[in-house]
Antibody, heavy 116, light 112 residues
Framework: EVQLVESGGGLVQPGGSLRLSCAAS????????MSWVRQAPGKGLEWVAN????????YYVDSVKGRFTISRDNAKNSLYLQMNSLRAEDTAVYYC?????????WGQGTLVTVSS | DVVMTQSPLSLPVTLGQPASISCRSS???????????LNWFQQRPGQSPRRLIY???NRDSGVPDRFSGSGSGTDFTLKISRVEAEDVGVYYC?????????FGGGTKVEIK
């Protein structure tokens, strides 16, 4: 059974940093593009970033470029999102998802709240 | 960015009746490989999104056959042949053809 379990969310002050993790199981992690998608409270879905199977290609939505870094460790079946210079508008549930052009499995999400 | 426009915003439906959601993109979603990366997701209250349909009309495993997707180019439709109580939630279309992937604003399906 495919499972994606996010962790690392929490309350952080504006300008602060947070590192999200996603533990994958039930499939060959190294064979898939992986993505982060977020959802602000009561709002719709927004793509954040994705990363190729071997980590050689990474893409970011403009609003997080230069502040967020996506990475992966295929030996640990894990996906990461390093978030720096956080802003109030980054407040959202962050989902880890398998795939790129149409993610077929999603985690349960982890809530990031940016507030003073 | 490609803008995905869904309608209606809200869709009250009687149990057992059909429902239809429209999704229009600001650019053609046909990719250079000939595929059209248009997906539909269901998000039930308090849950993560679940993919229902990929590449316009392909149903995911375990998705009831009352869900169907159709369309081409810039105009797409999700249809539920007979709405059941478990179908309540928000439905999103999403394009994966152009970077960045973008989602429609969502259509809330509720029971009358």
């Amino acid at each position: 059974e495919v499972q994606l379990v996010e962790s690392g969310g929490g309350l952080v002050q504006p300008g602060g940093s947070l590192r999200l993790s996603c533990a994958a199981s039930g499939f060959t992690f190294s064979s898939y593009w992986m993505s982060w998608v977020r959802q602000a409270p009561g709002k719709g879905l927004e793509w954040v970033a994705n990363i190729k199977q071997d980590g050689s290609e990474k893409y970011y939505v403009d609003s997080v470029k230069g502040r967020f870094t996506i990475s992966r460790d295929n030996a640990k079946n894990s996906l990461y999102l390093q978030m720096n210079s956080l802003r109030a508008e980054d407040t959202a549930v962050y989902y880890c998802a398998r795939g790129s052009e149409g993610p077929d499995y999603w985690g349960q999400g982890t809530l990031v709240t940016v507030s003073s | 960015d490609v803008v995905m426009t869904q309608s209606p915003l809200s869709l009250p439906v009687t149990l057992g009746q059909p429902a239809s959601i429209s999704c229009r993109s600001s650019q053609s979603l046909v990719y250079s490989d000939g595929n059209t990366y248009l997906n539909w997701f269901q998000q039930r209250p308090g849950q993560s999104p679940r993919r229902l349909i990929y590449k316009v009309s392909n149903r995911d495993s375990g998705v009831p056959d009352r869900f169907s997707g159709s369309g081409s180019g810039t105009d797409f439709t999700l249809k539920i042949s007979r709405v059941e109580a478990e179908d309540v939630g928000v439905y999103y279309c999403m394009q994966g053809t152009h970077w960045p992937p973008t989602f429609g604003g969502g259509t809330k399906v509720e029971i009358k």
